[in-house]
Nanobody, 121 residues
């Protein structure tokens, strides 16, 4: 599975961005998906995740009410709508997919290369 993020960039505080993640390859093996972010000098953290059917969604407390995660399995895409952005949202954002084989075995996660988001004050 290959993941490619897009949509990052520079935005002023209070603005919005929409990140997208496009999956290719053995997409049938994708289970849950998630967005992570890593700010300079900080560990990578989970921003939001969504189950395979989209029925369960979780958000980090820091983004609740501002970010919305969604996925379209027919198009093999996942999005992150980010509103009311703050300077502390500045980070590289990564797309993540949990991989499960046809026999139910879990494989290593798939990761995108990351897309930078810079929020100016």
């Amino acid at each position: 599975v290959q993941l490619v993020e897009s949509g990052g960039g520079l935005v002023q505080a209070g603005g919005s961005l929409r990140l997208s993640c496009a999956a290719s390859g053995s997409t049938f093996a994708i289970n849950a998906m998630a967005w992570y972010r890593q700010a300079p000098g900080k560990p990578r953290e989970l921003v939001a995740d969504i189950t395979s059917g989209g029925g369960t969604i979780n958000y980090a407390d820091s983004v609740k009410g501002r970010f919305t995660i969604s996925r379209d399995n027919a198009k093999n895409t996942m999005n992150l709508q980010m509103n009311s952005l703050k300077p502390e949202d500045t980070a590289v954002y990564y797309c993540n997919a949990r991989i499960r084989g046809v026999r139910g075995e879990w494989g290593p996660d798939a990761w995108g290369q990351g897309t930078p988001v810079l929020v100016s004050s």
